[in-house]
């Protein structure tokens, strides 16, 4: 399974840097506000852009740290619906992908 190898790679290359992008939103978010009422208004809506980015982060890096998991209890790559096998093309695409094609078109 030397796919398998080159994925998990993947993953924690991606996981690293999804850990690095949410400490630094988490720094931003952090930030004292501004004095000037304008340029706080500015950075309220910022905030909230980076609050919805943040988010969409910690919910990637909870399904690489499952794919990973399954890769080490060998589980990876198994439909969670159908229990076949997942394309390899489709992991590749998709490293965390936890259905097959067939499955995922039907739901």
Known sequence: MPEVQKI???LEAKLAELFERA???DADLSEAPDANWAENAVEAENDEVLEGVGAL???EIRKI???LAKIEDGTYGICVNCDEKIAIKRLEALPYAT???KCASAG
Do not use: R
Request: glycine share 0%.
């Open 8 to 10: 998990k790679a993947q």
């Open 23 to 25: 400490e630094d939103i």
């Open 57 to 59: 982060t910690m919910a």
């Open 65 to 67: 740290k499952q794919a």
């Open 99 to 101: 259905t097959c094609i």
